[in-house]
């Protein structure tokens, strides 16, 4: 387990090299991709049951990261700006495999099942992805904090930075926003 100076210094090379790889430095990119990988990995597959499903958005992310480093403003931690991304990333793909999914007709459903597609229908998280898009579309200024603390784990005081308003705010939109969750998860197994 990693003591919280060993983090934080690890927080420090980071940013270093964010400013270094925003500046042009590949050599700094590279390295930057090569210690966040864990993270991104992790960070998609708690959102996405399946491995290949889990891959594609964390190399979404990657991506994403690789083309926007220059955009880290500073502000809240490089792991916690990687974790938004990340995050992000991983709904996109699930929305993806969901239309995806839903787009196939019964005729051109293969013989054996792509787990790619048939994930989204089988995955054990399919019910909380579709609350977090029940809540988007009823209370959008709820869904950043909750998935930044409850799967992105991040401290309330990190969410606070990363998302520009106060600790009570953050503190509030959470709790709102899992008892929304609540109220979803119940009437879908009502």
């Not at 060993?6 to 927080?11: I, K, M, T, V």
Request: charged content about 25%; hydrophobic content about 40%.
């Amino acid at each position: 387990m990693t003591s919280t100076s060993e983090a934080e210094a690890n927080e420090r090379e980071l940013r270093a090299l964010a400013g270094a790889a925003a500046a042009g430095d590949t050599a700094a990119l590279e390295e930057v991709l090569r210690r966040i990988y864990p993270l991104v990995m992790k960070r998609t597959s708690r959102f996405l049951p399946c491995l290949q499903d889990a891959e594609e958005a964390c190399q979404d992310a990657m991506t994403s990261i690789a083309r926007k480093i220059g955009s880290y403003a500073g502000t809240g931690s490089f792991s916690g700006w990687v974790t938004v991304i990340a995050s992000n990333s991983a709904r996109q793909t699930y929305r993806s495999l969901k239309r995806r999914s839903a787009e196939q007709t019964t005729e051109e459903l293969p013989e054996a099942k792509d787990p790619r597609t048939t994930s989204v229908i089988a995955g054990s998280r399919i019910d909380l992805l579709e609350a977090i898009d029940k809540m988007e579309q009823s209370n959008p200024a709820l869904v950043e904090a909750f998935i930044l603390r409850d799967l992105g784990s991040l401290p309330y005081d990190e969410i606070a930075e990363q998302l520009g308003v106060p600790l009570g705010t953050v503190k509030a939109r959470i709790h709102d926003a899992r008892a929304v969750m609540r109220r979803h998860l119940i009437e879908k197994f009502a």
